[in-house]
């Protein structure tokens, strides 16, 4: 099977940059999975893990992301989102005080911006803390 460009830039700069054999997002909607020679368009992503696989027959690499787009176009994939750690860069402790702020900025009273970005914040540390649990296991 053929592989294609696969470019994952986050807020800290470029996270990976090379060839890819396949590429597994979190979508609103669900996973999507992307390969060599898929049909050009664009993606929305939500916080989770996203895994890639550089060759055909590896292991997968897990990162999690938070918030971005994915761009598939001629053979080239370029994932831009604000965050993207490994597994085992996250500090499930620090992961886990930032949910319980998120939850105690839930029961105060806020606006609908506020709400949505709070939303946003608790959303990324579940998923930066599922993450180091999977980790963790190995």
Do not use: W
């Not at 700069?13 to 396949?22: A, I, M, T």
């Not at 999975?33 to 050009?40: G, I, P, Q, S």
């Not at 606006?111 to 914040?121: D, F, K, N, Q, V």
Request: include cysteine; charge should be neutral.
């Amino acid at each position: 099977m053929s592989d294609f460009y696969l470019k994952m830039i986050s807020s800290n700069g470029v996270f990976y940059e090379g060839l890819c054999n396949s590429l597994i997002i979190p979508a609103p909607d669900g996973e999507r999975a992307v390969m060599a020679h898929h049909e050009e368009l664009m993606i929305a992503v939500t916080e989770g893990e996203a895994r890639f696989r550089k060759k055909e027959g590896e292991a997968f690499t897990s990162v999690v992301v938070g918030r971005g787009y994915c761009q598939v176009a001629n053979n080239r994939v370029v994932l831009l989102t604000d965050t993207i750690e490994r597994p085992e860069d996250i500090d499930e402790n620090r992961a886990r005080e930032a949910l319980e702020r998120a939850n105690e900025r839930l029961r105060q009273k806020q606006s609908i911006r506020e709400y949505h970005m709070t939303r946003a914040a608790m959303a990324r540390a579940l998923a930066r803390i599922r993450e180091s649990e999977k980790f963790a296991g190995y």
